[in-house]
Structures are given as C-alpha cells and as structure tokens.
C-alpha cells in the first residue's frame, strides 16, 4: 500500500510489514504477531490498517 502523498510504501508477508521510502530503501520492518490479508491507508496518512487472518484489524501510527 502507498500512503497517500506517495511519501510511503508498506508490504506485508506473513505477520510483517516492511516500510519503504519512494526510493526503495527499507526503513523498518515490523512483526504484527498474526498473518496479515490487508493494508489500507487512512485518507490523511495518518494511520495505516491492517487485517490478519483471525477477523481483527489494526491500526498503526505512521512515522
């Protein structure tokens, strides 16, 4: 998912979110605990939401 100034790329793989900028350089990696199905963005960048394979989501301050 890329946030929505573009500023930011996340991909999730399993449990983890990996953070990129714009230019490919890895930022910061994440391990959620729980398989991820989904990201989405809020509309201002703020959060980012992930969906796991047992029914929750989560939010994320985005840095």
Partial sequence: ?????????????????????????LLFSLDTGRSITSLAFATDGSRLYSGHTDGTVRGWQVP
Wanted: glycine fraction near 12%; charge should be negative.
């Fill in 1 to 25: 998912a890329f946030s929505p100034g573009g500023s930011l790329l996340v991909a999730a793989s399993e449990s983890w979110l990996y953070f990129w900028d714009p230019a490919g350089q």
